[in-house]
């Protein structure tokens, strides 16, 4: 079944320790993205990536890291996360110049 | 600054009823525009897009209507159902990329 992944589902953690929420996609996609979902604010792209060891900045990419190691693989990571960055998490892949984007089931943070 | 304004934020309309959504847009560079549906716990899927060289799309009881000249396009579900309640994005994006811009989102809720 072609699905994108996310673990952890739901995470609760304290300011300042660092923490990561993996992506996986079977789909051989070379676009992944995250994005944040906040109430009334819709989505909002945190950093994407268009192929292996290729990323960039989104619109909201402060106190957040990536990397893409593996084609399939594309981890988010909080060195120091903050109570700001409470929030459902989603990870999304696609193929390269469509806006048809796959979203996993999202990771739901809260920061204490 | 949101480039992309979706409203309402929720909206209750009777089963058979017709939901409608709009969204206005800043960036006359955009020139895909989808729709995303989201049910509670899982992540946004592809609903229905369309392109700015056509005023209208219909797909089976959706229907995006699209004014270019006012930047503005909408969602019409017709005979609404209870399987309709979700949360509904609009999106823009240049279609050359992967790159989408959301809406803050439209909470709908069908009631039997």
């Known amino acids: 079944e072609a699905q994108v992944t996310q673990n952890p589902r739901y995470l609760i953690t304290v300011t300042g320790k660092k923490l990561t929420v993996t992506c996986s996609q079977n789909m051989n996609h070379e676009y992944m993205s995250w994005y944040r979902q906040d109430p009334g604010l819709g989505l909002r792209q945190i950093y994407y990536s268009m192929n292996v060891e290729v990323t960039d900045k989104g619109d909201v990419p402060e106190g957040y890291k990536v990397s893409r190691k593996e084609k399939r693989n594309f981890p988010l990571i909080l060195e120091s996360p903050s109570p700001n960055q409470t929030s459902l998490y989603f990870c999304?892949?696609?193929?390269?110049?469509?806006?048809?984007?796959?979203f996993g089931p999202g990771t739901r943070l809260l920061v204490l | 600054q949101q480039q992309v304004k979706q409203s309402p934020q929720s909206l209750i309309v009777q089963k058979g009823g017709i939901s409608i959504i709009n969204c206005a847009y800043e960036?006359?560079?955009?020139?895909?525009f989808p729709w995303y549906q989201q049910f509670p716990g899982k992540g946004p899927a592809l609903l229905i897009a369309i392109r700015p060289d056509v005023s209208e799309k219909k797909e089976g009881r959706f229907t995006i209507s699209f004014n270019k000249s006012a930047k503005q396009f909408s969602l019409h579900i017709m005979d609404s159902q209870p399987g309709d309640s979700a949360t509904y994005f609009c999106?823009?994006?240049?279609?050359?990329?992967?790159?989408?811009?959301f809406g803050g989102g439209t909470r709908v809720l069908v009631k039997p």
């Open positions: 999106a823009a994006a240049k279609a050359a990329g992967n790159k989408l811009t």
């Open positions: 999304a892949s696609s193929l390269p110049g469509s806006v048809n984007q796959y």
């Open positions: 960036n006359t560079a955009f020139d895909y």
